[in-house]
């Protein structure tokens, strides 16, 4: 409401940079503890680092994004200040880690997990928010069902994740030889993993380039699958 209504009355709005853009990272904002009138600017600081151009090669913009400047000095001003969110939890929780050592996140790990939780939901939630604006545009049937009958919303959201994977494609490091479906693979290969595509599998989703409110989805792989699955999807 916050979002929708100033717009109202202006004849039209960019669905992506006034609704998409805003709600995850206010959202997130508030999880972490990170003022508001500095979520923009680090949206797309974030949002910088994860861009890939054309005839480039894609990797992570590390020179160009120092977590431990954007983040040091809410995390300075959280340990002075505790309340009640994400960076005061992880300032202060502790943990054994895996030399059987119990004791609290370096300075180093905390911007990590602050940047990762900053950025990967703000960036894929965008999306699909931006998706499900198109679909349900291009669907309008369906759209008014969901009006109609609002028990469609999880349903329907489902469907937009597994019809338009906000993530469609995850690559890995290969840390040992193995074989698939007779195919050897060699420790230190690549695999692009199409999780986009996997979503569409007719085996798994019969008529799957069908975009339907009304699928029984066992299960997508938008949110990864198994140990990896996202920590973030309960909240996406």
Sequence with gaps: ARTLDPLVGGGHFDFIADLGAQMPMR????????????????????????????GQEGSFDAEGFDGSEMF????????????DDLMTEMLNAEFEDEDGVTRRFTREELTTFINLLAGAGNETTTRLIGWTGKLLAEHPDQRRQIVEDRALVAPAIEEVLRYEAPSPAQARWVSRDVEHHGQKIEQGSVMMLLNGSANRDDRQF?????????????HHLSFGYGIHFCLGAALA
């Design 72 to 83: 040091g000095e809410y995390i300075d001003w959280r340990a002075q200040h505790p309340s």
């Design 206 to 218: 019969p008529d799957g380039d069908t975009f339907d409110i009304h699928r029984e989805i066992g």
């Design 27 to 54: 959202t997130i904002g508030y999880l972490l503890g990170i003022p508001e009138q500095d979520q923009e600017a680090i949206r797309d600081r974030l949002d910088e680092g994860l861009a890939l151009e054309e």
